[in-house]
């Protein structure tokens, strides 16, 4: 059809200039003999069709697993990160004697079951109230009805700039029942 369509279009564009007053005068244009058509595009085009298509899914397809494995990379960085700042606020709090000296630069609040997948959750909100950059560990422990400490949980926030605040969450592993109740326990500023 490209092909018909490109030849009406040079026919239309030639032109016979006669002295007839400069009219110009454009011989009619001959039906395509379609006794020929078979009403598939012709192999070429379809092939052409065809690649271009099967290019496009594996663009797609290639676009889509290079976002899954960039995701999967995130969430192994931020999974690395958490357990970092776990492992250092564990060893951080290893020494202090009491309950540390940044109880109050620490807040916690619970997270909906609904956001979280139905685990146990608490967000941490850590800021440096002090003049200086400061790092922080803390502590959350997760109690029974009866107020025995059935899982214990560390975060930490690394060189806050004065004022800067850093939200880590408190994740229980244990399962939904019996209730826990999470408690800041510790919080130590260094």
């Known amino acids: 059809m490209a092909l018909a369509a490109l030849g ?3 026919l239309v564009s030639c032109t016979n200039n006669n002295d007839n007053g400069g009219r110009t005068v454009s011989p009619r244009p001959t039906p395509p003999n379609t006794a020929s058509f078979s ?3 012709p192999s070429a085009l379809a092939s052409l069709a065809q690649s271009a298509e099967a290019s496009a899914r594996a663009s797609a397809s290639a ?3 290079s976002l899954s494995a ?3 990379e995130f969430e192994a960085s931020v999974s690395a990160d958490t357990a970092r700042n776990a492992t250092t606020a564990e060893n951080e709090l290893k020494h202090v004697q009491g309950r540390g000296n940044a109880l109050s630069d ?3 609040s619970g997270m909906p079951r609904t956001q ?9 909100t850590i800021t440096n109230n002090t003049d200086q950059k400061a790092s922080y560990a803390v502590q959350v422990d997760f109690e029974d009805a ?3 400490v059935v899982e214990t949980r560390y975060a930490g926030a690394q060189n806050l700039a004065p004022g800067q605040k850093e939200q880590p969450i408190a994740f229980s592993r244990q399962p939904a029942e019996p209730k826990l109740t999470p ?8």
Request: aromatic content about 2%.
């Open 116 to 124: 979280t997948g139905g685990v146990l959750a608490v967000l941490l």
């Open 70 to 72: 960039r995701a999967s």
């Open 106 to 108: 620490v807040s916690m």
């Open 63 to 65: 676009a889509e697993s």
């Open 146 to 148: 009866e107020g025995r």
């Open 39 to 41: 009403g598939t595009p």
């Open 8 to 10: 009406a279009a040079s």
């Open 183 to 190: 408690r800041l326990v510790k919080a130590q500023r260094y």
